[in-house]
């Protein structure tokens, strides 16, 4: 019987599918273990051999699990809204749920070909109603909830309602935005309804706001910052600027505290905490305010002692900006405003106004990431305008800089160049006077790393003191003239929420005189429009604005044509001229809005009237083991961990981290293959030509090289994608072929280097591609992808085969097992299970091939060696595994057998095989007991019969016995 590895992968992968094998139940007198993969988008390209990776690693886990008596939730999905398949539809008219379908079937098919244990009745997709229902009923908890200081927890809006009724808002502590009016009970009572919904935005914590946003005119879309590489958008490569519109946002900053204590009690990666650590930004330091002066004459601060005029500046403003450093509020020369800051266009001068205007138009190109990551240019311009130092009254010039964010603290810095690196070298950019603040010690470079000397200045009241007490000196002296207080603050910023996409979840949002109202739960899900085309209106309108049927009834509960919204008359109530009918939220939810929660739904993924019942949520509880990539560290997971807090504080989950433990996969990397061209023609020289050569380098598929690296010319030129690019092209040959360089990439269609999986799983089989992804290397490690290696697990799963069935009939009996047998068995059961447990699927690979070798050497045939062994090996190669085990007479499944347990006793050694040496040659060896005197050793030895042959009747001079170790007899 050989071993036909397709027809026994297809046969389990079916029996699989039609008995459910990998169901969970939710409830269940086994412990449970939930073990998640990060689910993905289904792009039209499909899976490379790069994408299973941390699938085979949880697979194998989950399938230990089970095997250990645990029941195992391993569910599955898809990321199924997205850009890419808006951009197809642009492309081509089809309709985005078309696409991804299409997409999901060809990801199903490949999934299910590899033999994973997933429990497929539990499968969501984020664009599915049934699924976005409920993301959208989330965003409705939210809109309608706000986060109490003083509970440090979310709480109903309806419980703030009730204070400003009675108590008005002086006394409420909440997360809120910052420009918050104070008023009292009796004023609460005498707003209109609209300023009273005006100022519940300001504390909800999902709101309105104008904000600065990634905008990509080319998409007609806002970006988050992950979706921006080198300032164009990762997805075309499109120009990105910085422009304000009105977004949904959500108040994750209210959770900033929480999400970094959390860090501290789940067990993730050391890298993807310090990631979040450093997202989050937690700074001790001192909010300081600066008021902004009118028009007046004052003394220069600069060396030449000049009278300065300040410009007239209208109205009474100040600045507030955020010091980790409040001691060192003496070194302030200047102010640096963010471009964008609100103030700029309030302050700046008439003589500056085109300068300022000018730069703030170039910046508005550039995004906040290259802002953040560029130390070297120095840019800015001056508004005109001066602030007043709180305490020494001298006017302080007020200069923009891209160095400076708008979203990052307050969008203003106190510029110290005695204390900054780049404070200084602004001020030396454009010769701004640099105050001497060192008590006569000249300012130097060494200077900025002094972190310990307190800048005092001409300050009395900070003579003589260390660092930390003068800081807290000046905040008590600010906080006694009213312009400054001790505050903690939060890199993080609240995450904009809306996106101009027509692939997206709909928002359950209505407008009523310009005021956003949420639509009732039991009217859910709001159903995605039809629309004729998928870009932007002309008038610039998100892709929603062209659904003619995208408004609502407000009476009947329902999606109605546009044509009936009737715009408010003068003296008629909004309700009555509208008769009931408003229009709907044209903007859709980011991609992050399905993904900040499915890891709920997969625990009751069938449940109409809730998004998980309170059963199934308190019997999974949190997922035990999470694996996916670290490209999600500050997205995804800190996204998902800020909504399950929030879901906690509603008590509608029962613990606010949701993943134990998770592990970053690596990266299977491609071997990219190139050719050269000559400049300035069309010829193409072999690799050992081009030297001195004028050559532009190009990718070609990997399909047409072959392992010496020679091109198939022949072949690339009849590629149906790109062979008319070859077609007249002229081939240099060095020795009758043609070389190609290689080298190792991030797989990547564009680099035409990836490796399909159906063509490995079609030529080996699921179970070589799942044995070699984990044989490449540590779990956590990038490691590169050579299909010719894959032959050695191959014959290794042929030699399994051997091992359990000859020509004719299986080989396993009910034979006593050898001792030798007995100690392959139990050293395999020992490395295997601390290997699983430890992560370190590479090794068991290995473990494998050598407990094969040894029971093949043994000529193993009993079934108590060879049954354990199976399902040992049968969450890494499952299909064999099944079918050897069926051949064995087993039933039901494998995965139902119990984990080999481990016993110390057959590993441990009685005898040892002496090596008998003749003066120091090696003739034979014998097996004695180790617990064997010297003396009955020696007279063991020269009574053998090989002894007396090698003595030949003559007596030996001397026996030498080194127990457990040899003997030497000299003759």
């Not at 539990?122 to 706000?146: A, G, H, M």
Request: proline share 5%; aromatic share 12%; net charge negative.
């Amino acid at each position: 019987m050989t071993y036909n590895f397709n027809e026994i992968e297809a046969k389990w992968q079916k029996y699989w599918a039609e008995n459910q094998t990998f169901k969970a139940v939710n409830g269940s007198d086994k412990p449970k273990y939930y073990v998640l993969d990060m689910f993905p988008y289904p792009s039209g390209a499909g899976l490379h051999v790069g994408h299973p990776l941390g699938y085979i690693a949880s697979d194998i886990y989950a399938r230990y699990k089970r095997h250990q008596g645990f029941n195992v939730l391993h569910p599955q999905g898809y990321d199924s809204f997205g850009l890419p398949a808006e951009q197809y539809a642009i492309q081509t008219g089809q309709h985005p749920a078309i696409t991804t379908a299409e997409n999901i079937k060809t990801y199903r098919r490949q999934l299910d070909q590899i033999g994973f244990s997933f429990d497929w009745s539990r499968e969501v997709r984020t664009s599915d109603p049934s699924y976005y229902k409920w993301t959208q009923w989330i965003f409705i908890q939210l809109f309608n909830s706000w986060y109490n200081k003083d509970t440090d927890k979310a709480e109903d809006i309806s419980t703030l309602e009730t204070i400003f009724s009675t108590e008005g808002n002086t006394t409420v502590n909440a997360v809120c935005d910052d420009n918050i009016e104070p008023f009292s009970a009796k004023d609460w009572k005498s707003f209109s309804s609209k300023k009273q919904q005006q100022i519940l935005l300001q504390y909800r914590l999902t709101y309105l706001a104008e904000t600065e946003v990634n905008w990509c005119p080319a998409l007609g879309t806002v970006l988050a910052n992950d979706e921006i590489v080198n300032g164009v958008s990762e997805r075309g490569g499109h120009p990105v600027i910085r422009k304000k519109m009105t977004q949904w946002s959500m108040r994750i900053s209210a959770y900033a505290e929480r999400l970094l204590k959390g860090l501290d009690k789940i067990d993730w990666t050391d890298a993807l905490k310090e990631s979040q650590r450093n997202w989050i930004g937690k700074s001790v330091g001192a909010s300081v305010s600066f008021n902004v002066i009118a028009s007046e004459t004052k003394q220069s601060t600069n060396n030449e002692n000049e009278n300065v005029t300040l410009s007239a500046v209208e109205g009474s403003h100040k600045i507030d900006v955020f010091t980790t450093r409040p001691d060192t509020i003496f070194g302030v020369s200047f102010m640096t405003l963010a471009p964008e800051h609100e103030l700029v266009k309030k302050i700046t001068t008439p003589e500056q106004k085109a300068e300022v205007e000018a730069y703030i138009k170039a910046t508005a190109k550039r995004s906040e990431r290259d802002r953040m990551a560029d130390v070297k240019t120095i840019s800015g311009a001056f508004t005109g305008a001066y602030a007043e130092h709180p305490f020494t009254k001298e006017p302080i010039p007020i200069w923009i800089g891209d160095y400076v964010l708008a979203g990052y603290g307050t969008g203003a810095v106190m510029s110290v160049p005695c204390g900054d690196q780049r404070d200084y070298d602004f001020a030396k950019h454009f010769k701004i006077p640099i105050p001497n603040i060192f008590d006569g010690v000249d300012i130097s470079k060494e200077a900025f790393t002094d972190k310990e000397k307190t800048l005092i200045g001409n300050s009395d009241f900070l003579n003589g003191l260390n660092y930390k007490k003068a800081t807290k000196r000046v905040i008590y002296e600010l906080e006694k003239i009213g312009q400054g207080e001790g505050k903690t603050n939060y890199r993080l910023r609240d995450a904009v929420f809306s996106r101009q996409r027509y692939w997206g979840e709909p928002f359950p949002v209505y407008y009523v005189n310009g005021m956003p109202q949420m639509i009732d739960a039991a009217h859910l899900p709001i159903k995605l429009p039809e629309v004729e085309k998928y870009l932007p209106t002309e008038t610039g309108e998100p892709p929603l604005g062209n659904a003619t049927v995208w408004a609502w009834d407000t009476v009947n509960n329902k999606v109605v044509p546009n044509d009936l919204v009737i715009p408010t008359k003068r003296g008629t109530s909004d309700k009555e001229s509208h008769n009931g009918v408003y229009p709907l939220e044209l903007n859709t939810m980011p991609g992050w809005a399905g993904s900040s929660w499915y890891f709920n739904r997969y625990m009751d993924a069938r449940n109409e009237n809730e998004f998980a019942s309170q059963e199934a949520l308190n019997y999974w509880k949190d997922v035990d083991l999470y694996i996916g990539g670290s490209e999600h560290a500050t997205g995804h997971l800190l996204y998902s961990r800020f909504w399950q807090k929030f879901l906690f504080d509603k008590g509608l989950v029962p613990v606010d981290e949701y993943a134990k433990k998770l592990i970053n996969q690596g990266m299977i990397l491609g071997t990219s293959a190139f050719v050269y061209r000559e400049e300035g023609t069309n010829k193409y020289l072999s690799l050992g030509l081009i030297e001195g050569k004028k050559v532009q380098p190009l990718h070609v598929k990997v399909k047409y090289v072959n392992a010496s690296d020679e091109l198939d010319i022949k072949g690339l030129k009849a590629d149906a994608e790109f062979g008319e690019d070859y077609e007249d092209a002229e081939f240099v040959l060095e020795d009758g072929t043609f070389k190609v360089k290689r080298d190792v990439e991030k797989m990547s269609k564009s680099k035409y280097n990836v490796v399909n999986p159906d063509d490995i799983v079609a030529d080996y089989g699921a179970d070589s591609l799942r044995l070699y992804e984990m044989f490449l290397g540590p779990l956590e490690q990038y490691k590169p992808w050579n299909t010719a290696g894959i032959t050695g697990v191959h014959s290794f799963l042929k030699k399994l085969w051997k091992l359990y069935v000859g020509e004719n009939e299986l080989h396993v009996n009910d034979a006593e097992p050898t001792k030798d047998s007995l100690k392959t068995l139990h050293k395999t059961i020992k490395k295997v299970q601390e290997d699983i447990e430890s992560f370190s699927f590479n090794t068991s690979v290995s473990t494998f091939m050598i407990a094969v070798n040894e029971l093949t050497a043994q000529k193993c045939t009993s079934k108590d060696i060879l049954e354990p062994l199976l399902v040992l090996i049968s969450p890494y190669a499952p299909h064999i595994a099944e079918e050897l085990w069926e051949k064995m007479g087993n039933k039901p499944s494998i995965s139902t057998a119990p984990f080999p347990k481990f016993e110390e006793k057959h590993l441990v050694e009685s005898s040892k095989n002496y090596p008998i040496s003749f003066n120091g040659k090696m003739r034979f060896t014998m097996e004695l007991p180790l617990d064997m005197s010297k003396e009955d050793i020696e007279k063991a030895v020269l009574a053998h019969e090989k002894t007396k042959d090698q003595l030949q009747g003559r007596e030996p001079k001397k026996v030498i016995v080194v127990l457990g170790k040899i003997v030497n007899i000299v003759g």
